[in-house]
């Protein structure tokens, strides 16, 4: 395969802001549109079903409340790494980039290994009740999200290590911001609301 | 940035080579990123499934006029299978047809061409958006396979039918069309994202926001149309999966669920995808009737502000899909009114194309013959839509054929008039070869004959009460009237001429690709930037080192003290 050489057009700006920034821009806009759809079907649930707020008092706040930390401290280093992208240090921004991939690893271990299995024993599984069903599926797919958003962030970083494409680092943590911000409205729909 | 921006020159220093290298076939054919290749991919597959889809509603179609018989090519309909026919025919009719075609394959090839660059933004994210479309597909065909068949709770798959397996009996098909659905659309959202980000970055220098041809603006609008209306309903299909496989209940009213959920989240997207798929249809035709009626684009702003309303409006407008479904008799009267408002800007589009009509100097080559029979056809469509966004008037006609003949009048000037416009206007310029025009015409006739003589009958059939989900009226004497029969039937000769019709396409293609004229660079004397471009255009479109300015609007026909009656867009004054 001859190597990829990117076209003209990816290169023009017309509006003023670069193509890959204005793209994201739209990709998260896609993506309010799915997570908003999924948490207003939720709320409007909730209002309808005040006894839900029985089932949302097993989940565990606390765990909850570190996973927030975690994923809001990840932010941090993605942020730094922008910082010296910025400064044309690639080697560092893939560092820092590391360490928030870590931030996502660690989030994707507490909940895959400590909170979902010890709900699952528990009983409270996606068919006990509807609130059990947006509990796993909001916050599965929003798992989906760190998992897919850590991925794209390691592909970004070995391009970074090389100082190329330097621009995407911005991208990848405006993305991961992005999947915070989801978080911290899941965090109190889900945990807090009892 | 500057840094980075300044690797990117240095790279492109390489590419002069740029398509000059010789490929594989597999890596021309398969795994491209030149947008014209990619267009060609879609439009291909999109075709191959409207095969599809149009040999399920003959099946169909068969069995509605002579129930029981022995349809030739398949053979006996047994219900489930009716079902599942009607349902796979509409889903792959919208999916798998309207959407690859008028959006992707025309984005593709329109988009880089007429706003005068080499390619799409992201011409990688392109392949793998045709890559997971072409995914879906295959998920889709190979449900109709699987144990129990395809799924059969129609394309807008209502829970609870849809959500439980003892109920649709489709264990494994009712889970592969949600899988299908769902991975097609992230395509589109790829490949949407692509078109909005290279008509707002990549436009050709000099090019103004108002410069910018019709049909790439609806292709942008449809396109964020699509990105804000698919979210709900990408969550609702991931709910809907989770409903089919994992035991939750969002949709199950047995079990605590709600199916209003589901219709509120399919048609707040269903009802915008109408507009997702009208808007480059529209935006086609107004391509086609100013190079035809050689005139200029009469009010491309007001076209513009319309289009931006119905954008608007369209969101709110989903309800009237459920007037029957037991919602509040006060949202009924909202949507009645939202609904009957939005028919003003599509009015006003129609009142515009015929205004640039009047006073032209028309011609009546295939491509123009198709954009009028659109105007036409769709104007049909539109106006038995009041009917039904009148709530007072739906309870009667809810569920009834008059609701299929009517969105049959939208879809099908859409789908088929508008691909058969697009695909005859640039043929030239997509295979370097003219398109017989009197096999052309014969096509035309046919096909407008048929789709008519399909449809009429079923406003009447409609009208006079029959339900759309009836496998064989023979069963339920109660609810139909025996003369209702010969319209069912004079309907499926429709269906037979309509398709016996497309043998002339392909007689059309074969002759054309074999014998056809050689076509020059501007066979229609147009203006805009596609034709300034060999036919078909290289690899990169235009020469890299002379890549096109623009001087003026896409429409200036028969601009008064000019040699030619056209003045390309890229032409100094």
Redesign the interface.
């Known amino acids: 395969?001859?190597?990829?050489?990117?076209?003209?057009?990816?290169?023009?700006?017309?509006?003023g802001?670069?193509?890959g920034r204005?793209?994201l821009w739209?990709?998260l806009?896609?993506?309010?549109?799915?997570?908003?759809?999924?948490l207003?079907?939720y709320v409007?649930?909730r209002i309808?079903?005040p006894e839900w707020a029985n089932q949302a008092a097993h989940t565990n706040q606390y765990i909850g409340l570190t996973n927030t930390m975690v994923l809001l401290t990840s932010s941090l280093s993605a942020v730094i790494a922008h910082r010296h992208a910025?400064l044309?240090n690639g080697k560092r921004a893939a560092q820092f980039l590391w360490l928030t991939i870590l931030g996502g690893i660690m989030f994707a271990v507490i909940k895959f290994g400590f909170e979902w299995p010890h709900e699952i024993a528990e009983g409270f599984?996606?068919?006990a009740?509807?609130f059990?069903?947006?509990y796993?599926?909001a916050a599965g797919?929003h798992a989906a999200h760190v998992i897919a958003g850590a991925t794209v962030m390691f592909i970004v970083s070995l391009d970074a290590l090389k100082n190329?494409?330097?621009?995407r680092v911005e991208l990848v943590g405006i993305y991961w911001h992005f999947v915070d911000v989801v978080w911290i409205f899941l965090f109190p729909l889900l945990y807090i609301a009892k | 940035m500057t840094t980075t921006e300044h690797k990117h020159d240095h790279a492109h220093d390489h590419s002069h080579d740029h398509g000059h290298h010789q490929q594989s076939f597999f890596m021309k054919y398969m795994w491209s990123t030149d947008h014209k290749m990619i267009a060609q991919q879609y439009m291909w597959t999109g075709v191959f499934m409207a095969c599809i889809g149009g040999f399920f509603a003959y099946c169909f179609r068969m069995q509605l006029a002579f129930p029981g018989i022995h349809v030739p090519g398949y053979g006996q309909v047994a219900p489930g299978e009716y079902n599942a026919l009607v349902t796979n025919h509409g889903t792959i009719m919208i999916f798998w047809f309207a959407m690859p075609v008028l959006i992707a394959a025309f984005g593709n090839f329109a988009i880089p061409l007429l706003v005068g660059c080499d390619d799409m933004v992201f011409p990688r994210l392109n392949r793998l958006s045709y890559q997971v479309f072409l995914l879906s597909a295959l998920i889709l065909i190979a449900s109709f396979f699987v144990p129990n068949g395809g799924f059969g709770g129609a394309w807008t798959a209502y829970p609870p039918l849809s959500a439980n397996a003892s109920y649709s009996m489709t264990t494994l098909g009712s889970s592969m069309w949600i899988v299908a659905v769902a991975l097609e659309f992230v395509a589109f959202l790829m490949g949407g994202i692509n078109f909005i980000t290279t008509a707002m970055n990549s436009r050709a220098p000099g090019m103004k926001m108002f410069d910018v041809p019709y049909v790439v603006w609806m292709i942008v609008v449809a396109s964020i149309l699509f990105m804000c209306s698919v979210g709900p309903l990408i969550a609702g299909a991931v709910m809907l999966f989770f409903d089919q496989n994992f035991g939750t209940a969002f949709f199950d009213p047995s079990r605590g669920g709600d199916p209003i959920l589901w219709q509120h989240l399919f048609w707040f997207f269903g009802h915008p995808e109408v507009y997702v798929v009208l808007l480059p249809a529209m935006g086609i035709t107004a391509e086609i009737i100013c190079t035809f009626a050689r005139k200029k684009l009469f009010g491309y702003k007001t076209l513009l502000y319309s289009t931006f309303a119905t954008g608007i409006i369209s969101f709110f407008v989903w309800a009237h899909h459920q007037f029957i479904a037991g919602i509040d008799p006060r949202m009924a009267n909202i949507f009645t009114v939202t609904t009957l408002i939005i028919s003003i800007p599509i009015a006003e589009m129609m009142f515009l194309f015929i205004a640039t009509l009047f006073g032209g100097s028309i011609r009546f080559h295939v491509p123009m013959l198709w954009a009028l029979a659109f105007i036409g056809e769709f104007l049909l469509g539109g106006v038995t839509g009041i009917f039904l966004g009148a709530s007072g008037a739906d309870i009667y006609f809810h569920d009834t054929y008059f609701v299929l003949a009517h969105f049959h009048y939208t879809f099908v000037p859409i789908a088929v008039i508008g691909f058969f416009a697009g695909f005859t206007y640039w043929f030239p310029k997509m295979y370097g070869k003219m398109l017989n025009e009197t096999l052309g015409k014969i096509h035309f006739w046919g096909t407008i004959a048929g789709f008519n003589l399909i449809f009429i009958p079923l406003f009447f059939t409609g009208a006079w009460g029959d339900h759309r989900r009836i496998y064989n009226y023979d069963h339920f004497p109660e609810l139909t009237r025996p003369e209702l029969q010969d319209l069912r039937i004079a309907a499926t000769c429709g269906l037979l001429l309509m398709i016996a019709s497309q043998a002339f396409f392909l007689i059309n293609l074969i002759v054309s690709f074999s014998r056809g004229k050689k076509a020059p660079n501007n066979p229609y004397n147009g203006n805009t930037l596609d034709w300034t471009t060999p036919s078909p255009p290289p690899h990169g479109n235009f020469p890299h080192d002379n890549m096109p300015v623009v001087y003026r609007g896409p429409y200036e026909y028969g601009v008064p003290g000019r040699a030619t009656d056209f003045w390309p867009q890229n032409e100094k004054a």
């Open positions: 395969m001859t190597a990829f050489t990117k076209p003209l057009a990816t290169l023009r700006h017309a509006t802001m670069p193509t204005l793209a739209w990709l806009a896609s993506e309010i549109v799915i997570f908003g759809g999924l207003m079907s409007m649930h309808g079903h910025q044309g599984i996606p068919s009740s509807g059990w069903g947006f796993y599926c797919l190329k494409e330097l621009q």
